[in-house]
């Protein structure tokens, strides 16, 4: 969904020209698309290897830190779902492998036993303590190599996309 309206056109020219490492791109967009993906995926896989110790995978790490920022009410799983950075298919499998290592408990609702409400436990919430500081760490070291307006720069340049941080 976004929020802010287009600014003109794309950005013309460097088509067909080498990207630094040989490879072509027919346009620019198509450029700065790869480099977002490939960039993206770095990130998320240090990410990734800073969990294995706590045998968390990021979807897990994401669904604990939804549930701790949703505080005691808990959260509808349907709202979990809508929350992840990345879309996930079966956010109740996920669900389930929190709940069978302690990390969540669920319940239906009284009123309408449809919808089932997922809480962080105290399991959980230690899990999240453990890992803040090296998960800290690690996205300081992500982008320790920008300066603070490089950074800012960053930011404002991601957020005109529209997509809100979740």
């Known amino acids: ?8 056109g794309p950005p013309s020219g460097g088509e067909g020209k080498p990207d630094g490492r040989g490879a072509r791109f027919e346009t620019p967009q198509l450029l700065a698309f790869d480099l977002l993906l ?3 995926s770095e990130l ?12 968390v995978t990021p979807a897990q790490y ?3 830190r939804i549930l701790r920022n949703a505080g005691t009410a808990g ?13 996930d298919p079966d956010v109740t499998r996920l669900l389930d492998r929190l709940e069978a290592r302690g990390f969540v408990q669920r319940s239906r609702d009284a009123e309408d036993r449809r919808v089932v409400t997922a809480r962080i436990t105290a399991k959980g ?7 803040g500081e ?3 760490a690690l996205h300081a070291r992500q982008f320790d190599h920008l300066t603070r307006d490089e950074f800012r720069t960053l930011l404002s340049l991601l957020e005109t996309f529209g997509f809100e941080a979740r």
């Open 1 to 8: 969904m976004l929020k802010r309206a287009h600014r003109g």
């Open 38 to 40: 490939r960039t993206a």
């Open 44 to 55: 998320d896989q240090q990410v990734a290897q800073a969990l294995k110790p706590a045998e």
């Open 62 to 64: 994401n669904v604990l």
């Open 75 to 87: 959260l509808a799983c349907s709202d979990v779902s809508e929350r992840l950075v990345r879309h």
């Open 125 to 131: 919430r230690a899990v999240l303590d453990k890992l």
């Open 134 to 136: 090296s998960i800290a």
